[in-house]
């Protein structure tokens, strides 16, 4: 606490604000309807991080093509999907995102969590404004990607930093970058597997399922490639896999440029093909379950590895509230906003 004693007589005291902790994911979609879907991809496929095409270019086939007809094959997906509290990539986040305030708040931090998603609602601006409107003059977003990519992780930043350009009175802020092999995440992770492995037996490979990207970003400089690959090593690591007992794969591809490869769905094909019987998928790269983890790979992947002649497809779901990844993300906010007023000094540094 810090008096200043003016001229006047007057007392002015400052006190610690409370942190605010902005948790962001990618969005979704309002409701599971072509109208509310064609909202969504409109402002995500017009997020030049996203589709690096010249405007010029991609606008006529964005408002062309892509938005005339990909909606509306998209209803029957999002409704199958859809959980009685709403969309389960929304629905899970805030679960978590509540959680880690619930424990922050035991553990005597002053904190004001909350969720906005990159695009759709609710949306950063929201989240911001309540952020500033309960005081909070320190600011911590954590993205929910635990692997960087500009495409999610920077276009998050450019995003924030061009509220805070609107604000007179700033408040200091902190991002994270990637937390790729952050040992509570791959822990969380591992145990989700252990846990399938003991009720339902092993597979005879376990494949890692990361969202794909362009392989021009790479070559642009985007480290998520390499990220990816970190993930996947210290997860089979803590799992003790051998190279043979594990495979990495990109999924979501989206138009004709080439992608990180190998892409999920051949892979699986030609894995069927091979031989192999049985295999268990993990997406760590989805922090809560979504469009491209509960239907893309629990569905579409699976029936495409049965129909090739395997025999068993577990799909592992995503940490969603899972208790000790709850955890997982309190010890994530804890190391980044350490040395902010207002935040308890670890009993073995005091």
């Keep these: 606490m810090f008096h200043q004693e003016p001229a006047s007589g007057a007392c002015y005291t400052v006190e610690a604000a409370p942190i605010g902790v902005l948790v962001v994911n990618l969005g979704t979609p309002d409701q599971p309807t072509a109208s509310a ?32 007809f990909r909606p509306g094959k998209l209803v029957d997906r999002y409704a ?35 969720v906005g998603m990159r695009y759709g609602n609710p949306s950063l601006e929201h989240a911001w404004k ?36 609107r604000e007179r009175n700033q408040p200091e802020m902190r991002f994270i970058k990637q937390f790729a092999d952050f040992e509570p995440y791959i822990e969380a992770m591992a145990q989700k597997v252990e846990t399938s492995w003991v009720q339902d037996g092993r597979p005879e490979c376990l494949v890692m399922s990361f969202h794909g990207l362009p392989k021009r970003s790479v070559e642009l400089g985007d480290p998520y490639e390499k990220d990816c690959y970190v993930t996947a090593h210290a997860l089979a690591k803590r799992l003790g896999l051998a190279q043979e007992n594990y495979r990495v794969t990109f999924q979501s591809r989206f ?17 069927a093909k ?14 809560a379950d979504c469009l491209e983890t509960v239907e893309e790979i629990a569905i579409e992947c699976r029936d495409a590895f049965l129909n090739a002649g395997g025999k068993q497809f577990r799909f592992i779901p995503c940490l ?28 073995e540094c005091a």
């Excluded at 909070?136 to 930043?157: D, G, H, K, W």
């Excluded at 990180?260 to 699986?268: A, D, G, M, S, V």
């Excluded at 969603?320 to 009993?347: K, M, S, Y």
């Design 37 to 68: 879907i064609r909202r969504y991809l409109r402002e995500f496929l017009l997020d030049p991080r996203v589709v690096e095409i010249p405007k010029l270019l991609w606008w006529p086939i964005l408002n062309g093509p892509v938005l005339t």
């Design 80 to 114: 199958g999907i859809w959980l009685e509290e709403g969309s389960p990539l929304l629905v899970h986040t805030c679960r978590q995102a509540q959680g880690a305030a619930q424990r922050l708040r035991e553990k005597g931090y002053s904190v004001v969590v909350e």
């Design 130 to 165: 309540k952020l500033l409107d309960q005081g909070c003059e320190r600011i911590f977003t954590v993205m929910l990607y635990p692997q960087y990519a500009a495409s999610t992780t920077a276009t998050a930043v450019d995003a924030i930093t061009r509220l805070a350009s």
């Design 255 to 271: 138009g004709p440029s080439q992608w990180l490869e190998p892409y999920t769905e051949p892979t699986l094909i030609e894995m």
């Design 274 to 287: 091979s031989g192999v019987s049985s295999v268990d998928v993990i997406c760590p790269g989805f922090l």
């Design 320 to 347: 969603n509230d899972d208790p000790l990844w709850v955890e997982g993300l309190t010890a994530l906010i804890q190391q980044h906003i350490q040395g902010w007023p207002g935040v308890p000094i670890p009993t």
